[in-house]
C-alpha cells in the first residue's frame, strides 16, 4: 500500500523567508511519480510539481525547488523567498493510479 | 487555458437527503477522479472512471454512485444523506488513466448536511 507521510503539521515564516517541507513516502512500486499540491484559502487544489522516480535530479522552478533522494523516501519541496500568497495547506502525494496524499502541511506567511 | 469545473459550487441538504454533484473534464481528459476532503483533512479517494468505464474504486458509500458519460463528465449520486457526508467533494482529471498523468483539480463542491 502506498503511504505518504508529512511529519510538519504547521509552519510559520516571515516574508522573505525559505520554507523546506519535508515529505517521505513508502510505496512497493520501482517506478512511481510523486506530486506537491498546494491548497490555499479558497479551498481549490492546485498542482504545483511532479517528479518521476527514476529521475533524482534536483529541479529549480522560479521561487519553488525540490529535492528528491529515492534512498531515503524523501520528497522535500522549497518554497525561496516566501511572500504572504504562499499561505496555504501543502500536500504531498504519491500517485497509484489515484493519488495517496499526504496529511499536508500548512504555512502560514507573515508579512 | 480549460480547467475542470464542477457544479454546484456550494450544495446544502437536509439528513436523508440525496445530493447530485457534477464535473466536467478538462478537453480531451478522458479520465476522471472524485476525491472526498473532511475537515481539517487530506483528499481521499472514491473512485475513477476511463473511457467511461469504472476504473477503481476507493472508500466510497454504497450509498454512492457515481457515472461518467459519453461526453465524458461525471456525476456523483448520494442517497440517504449523513451529517457526516459534509466536507468537500472534489473532481479531477488527466488525459489517461496512467499513473504519469498529472491530475488536475476543479474547485471543488462544498456539500453541508444539516
Known amino acids: 500500500a502506498q503511504k505518504v507521510t508529512q511529519a510538519q503539521t504547521e509552519i510559520s515564516v516571515v516574508e522573505k523567508e525559505d520554507v523546506t517541507l519535508d515529505c517521505v513516502y513508502e510505496?512497493?512500486?520501482?517506478?512511481?511519480?510523486l506530486f506537491w499540491y498546494k491548497q490555499p484559502p479558497s479551498g481549490e487544489l492546485v498542482f504545483l510539481i511532479r517528479?518521476?522516480?527514476?529521475?533524482?535530479q534536483n529541479e529549480i522552478s522560479g521561487r519553488y525547488s525540490w529535492n528528491f533522494q529515492k534512498s531515503t523516501s524523501s520528497f522535500n519541496f522549497t518554497i525561496t523567498a516566501s511572500q504572504v500568497v504562499d499561505s496555504a495547506v501543502y500536500f504531498c502525494?504519491?500517485?497509484?493510479?489515484?493519488?495517496?496524499f499526504g496529511a499536508g502541511t500548512t504555512v502560514t506567511v507573515r508579512a | 487555458a480549460a480547467g475542470v469545473i464542477q457544479s454546484p459550487r456550494h450544495l446544502i441538504k437536509e439528513k436523508r437527503e440525496t445530493a447530485t454533484l457534477k464535473c466536467y473534464p478538462i478537453p480531451r481528459h478522458d479520465t476522471v477522479y472524485w476525491y472526498q476532503q473532511g475537515p481539517g483533512q487530506d483528499p481521499q479517494f472514491l473512485i475513477s472512471f476511463y473511457e467511461k468505464m469504472q476504473s477503481d474504486k476507493g472508500s466510497i458509500p454504497d450509498r454512492f454512485s457515481a457515472q461518467q458519460f459519453s461526453d465524458y463528465h461525471s456525476e456523483l449520486n448520494m442517497s440517504s444523506l449523513e451529517l457526516g457526508d459534509s466536507a468537500l467533494y472534489f473532481c479531477?482529471?488527466?488525459?489517461?488513466?496512467?499513473?504519469?498523468?498529472?491530475?488536475?483539480f476543479g474547485p471543488g463542491t462544498r456539500l453541508t448536511v444539516l
Open positions: 502525494a504519491l500517485n497509484d493510479y489515484k493519488l495517496s
Open positions: 517528479r518521476n522516480s527514476f529521475d533524482e
Open positions: 510505496t512497493r512500486d520501482t517506478t512511481y511519480y
Open positions: 479531477a482529471s488527466s488525459l489517461a488513466l496512467e499513473y504519469t498523468d498529472t491530475q488536475y
